[in-house]
Nanobody, 117 residues
Framework: VQLQASGGGLVQAGGSLRLSCAASGLTFRRYVMGWFRQAPGKERERVAVIGSDSTYYADSVKGRFTISRDNGKNALYLQMNSLKSDDTATYYC?????????????WGTGTLVTVSS
């Protein structure tokens, strides 16, 4: 299984970024998918999760971030709007029901998001 995240970068506060995660080696449509993030010196945080027909967002991103998936392309997305300096972190995509307990079956590579104030 491979989960390859991309789309990170440097953006000013108030700006937007769209992260993508390309999945391979798994039956993508059967998996709960999610985004996590980890800032330097902080614990890893579950940001957003998407199942077949439901989504979950951390309070810190609710109303600003939108998670989506394209099962035909085996792709996961995270649209991030109204970015704040607190959103600066490395973002990881993940797969599996273990997401609910912070232990996904599979972790992807990270992509760094830096928000300048």
């Amino acid at each position: 299984v491979q989960l390859q995240a991309s789309g990170g970068g440097l953006v000013q506060a108030g700006g937007s970024l769209r992260l993508s995660c390309a999945a391979s080696g798994l039956t993508f449509r059967r998996y709960v998918m999610g985004w996590f993030r980890q800032a330097p010196g902080k614990e890893r945080e579950r940001v957003a999760v998407i199942g077949s027909d439901s989504t979950y967002y951390a309070d810190s991103v609710k109303g600003r971030f939108t998670i989506s998936r394209d099962n035909g392309k085996n792709a996961l997305y995270l649209q991030m709007n109204s970015l704040k300096s607190d959103d600066t972190a490395t973002y990881y995509c993940a797969a599996g029901f273990g997401i609910a307990t912070m232990n996904p079956n599979y972790w992807g590579t990270g992509t760094l998001v830096t928000v300048s104030s």
